[in-house]
Each structure stands twice: as C-alpha cells, then as structure tokens.
C-alpha cells in the first residue's frame, strides 16, 4: 500500500463522514488533478510509473497494482457504502473470486439458495474442484443458517433482494450470527445498491457489487467491487486482487466514476417508477404474482422497511397463463424493456431467468426457488413511466 494513497484516504474519509449520499456520489473519492486542476479525474491510461531512482516514486509503480483513477473510484465507492476500503475488479465474478480465494480447502461457505446463476456457477463448477464445500440454504429464517455452520464454515455469503425472487434477507440478524460464531460474512448488494442499504451498517465484513449494474449505471461498462472496514481483511483481498490481477482498465474507472455522479438521481427515479410499475402489475387481470419488496403483503416487507430505504426497480411476475409460450410471448411483444441480460441501467430491461441468467442452474433447483419457466424478471429505467407502462400493457394485453 502506497502511502500517497492512506494519505489521501484518510483526508476523503473525514471529509466524507458529515456528507449526505448525493453529494458523497459527486465528491467522495474525487479531487482537482493536481497537475492541471482538470475538475474530472483524468483517465491514466499508463501501464508503468517513472521512478527517479530505485523504489523512489509518487507511489504509483504498476497499473495491476495501483493505478490513478482506479484509487479514485475506489475511494469513491467506500465512501458510499460507508466503508474504509475499496477495490475494483474487471467484473463482479472477479470480485467473488477474490472473496473465494481468502479460503482454503476444507473450508465451508453457507449461501442463500436464491443465488445469481454466476455466482451459483463459480462456486459449485470452480470453487468445488479445489476442496471448498458450499451448502445452499433459504435464509429467510436465519436459525436455518446457524444450524449449518460447523467449525468447517469460513463464509457467509447473502445476497438481498435475491435474484429474482425478490426475497429479503435479514442483514443484522446474519450479522450476528457470524460475529458469534466468528465467521466472515459477505453480502451482495448490487441489487439494493447504498443508495438504499448499507450492509456494513448492519453486521456485514465485506460488500460485493457487479458495478456492471446501477453503480456504472449506463450498461457500457462490466466491472465488480469489494467495500470492507477491516485494515486487515483489506490487505488480504488487495494482495488477491494483485496477485491474482482481475483489474478493471482506467476508461472503465473513469465511466463509473460518471455514472456515480448521478447515482442518487437515477435510484429514486428507478424506486418511483419501480412502485408504480409493481402497482400495476399487481392489477393486471393476466398476471399472477408480483415480486417486490415495497408491497405490504410481501413475506419479508418488515425487514425490507427496517434496512431499505426505498424498493428498487427490480420486478419479477409470473402469468395467469403459467406457460413458456405465454412469458415468450410478452417477452417478444416488449419494446420499450429490451429483452437482454444485465439490470440497473437507465434503459429498462426484461428478462426471462429459465433461460438467460439462471440457465446455469438445474431446472429442478431452480423450480425449488420459484424460478418457474413463466417468470419475467423487469429492471424498471428512469424513463417516463407512463411510455413503460404502455408498453407493459400492450405486450400483456
Ligand atoms: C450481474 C451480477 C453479478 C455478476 O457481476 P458481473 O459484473 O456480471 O460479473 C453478481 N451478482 C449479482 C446480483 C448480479 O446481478
């Protein structure tokens, strides 16, 4: 770790201690470049660093390992998950990796049941051949958790909401859990992004974001991100990130760091027009079942209001007509929500998990979860909501 770097951290984090979300989105992390007063952090596109003489530099050596505009980025997304330390990878799968990586065979990993396919994937097709154990569990009830953690369990991995059953798992109770049994305790939260939790908050040592999703925000950008507070734990994973070398490029940094801007602004709108879009399938003669965590009836709305601050855009609904051809068949009619993998962009997406981001996993594993072959999964934009609810109505009928 560079010094230069603690140095500026430091600086950022008591600055940004007193600072409200939206202007942490536009300030944290960032400052005039020094050499030009360029309001914009520029793009360092520099594989290498002069030195003036051996080990003498400005603490900047290789771009694996440190590079200008990723430390601001990262800097920038630990200031927004209230967190210490941040590390950027080239995907969100290349920051689970790292997570994996801090275990050794033997080790044990508990995970919600209710998993994104990639995830689901690297551990059970690539974690698995090297000796680690992963056991899936619902964890809408927390004491099914603990019952499975032996002095084998390492890790706890959540994510809430899930994917794409909008299942909410309860952050602090799992924090608890894992602080007494002294096991690391990581959570997904692409899906809420910190504009609406803050897992660290809560009990969590390490949150994971596919930055790929709302943080860049504007789908033209793949990349994954770990927030922790422990010095320690920070050391072992930035060691990873070196060692192992899943670094996003600085052009990448540089769009996220955009995106961020505008985080705050593009989220509510995503909640508001999430909430009336949920508000209207629910109505809809065809449609059956609604998955959202804003509705009173939803299993786990308690929890949802007592660690979010807003629902988000995020959406799945089956049919009446509970078949293939009948999801496939509103799935072509959309127009306004491209069918595409992906979420969190401004641009609203639908989808269908059978087959494109759960293909990955078994039929009868995900049917087990309720990812039935007629559930279509919405990533609501920040369109006007009226053209996206036209859209709706016309592919349902
Ligand atoms: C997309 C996604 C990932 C994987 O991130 P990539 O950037 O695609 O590698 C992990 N978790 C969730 C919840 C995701 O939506």
Known sequence: MCIFGILIQTRFNQKQSYMKFGTKAIHAGVSPDPSTGAIMTPIFQTSTYVQRSPGDHQGYEYSRTHNPTRTALQQALAALENGQHGLCFSSG???????????????????????????????????AQYGI??????MDDVSAVEALITPATKLIWAETPTNPMMNIIDIKALGKIAKKHQVLFAVDNTFATPYIQNPLDMGADIVMHSVTKYLGGHSDVVMGALVVN??????QLAFIQNSCGATPGPQDCFL???????????????????KSIAGYLKNHPKVAK???PGFEDHPNHDIARAQMRDFGGMISFTLKDDSLAAAKSVLEKLELFSLAESLGGVESLSGHP?????????KEEREKTGVTDSLIRLSVGIEDVEDLIDDLRKAIG
């Open 354 to 362: 059978a087959s494109m981001t759960h293909a990955s996993i078994p």
């Open 133 to 138: 154990k992963f056991k899936f569990v619902s």
């Open 93 to 127: 799968l290349g920051a689970i990796d790292a997570v994996v990586k801090l275990l050794k065979p033997g080790d044990e990993v508990i995970s919600t049941n209710d998993l994104y396919g990639g995830t689901y994937r690297i551990f059970t097709k690539i974690f």
């Open 256 to 274: 996220v760091l955009r995106g961020l801007k505008t985080l705050h602004i593009r989220m509510e709108r995503h909640c508001q027009n999430g």
């Open 230 to 235: 422990d010095d320690m734990l920070h050391q």
């Open 290 to 292: 609604v998955y959202w």
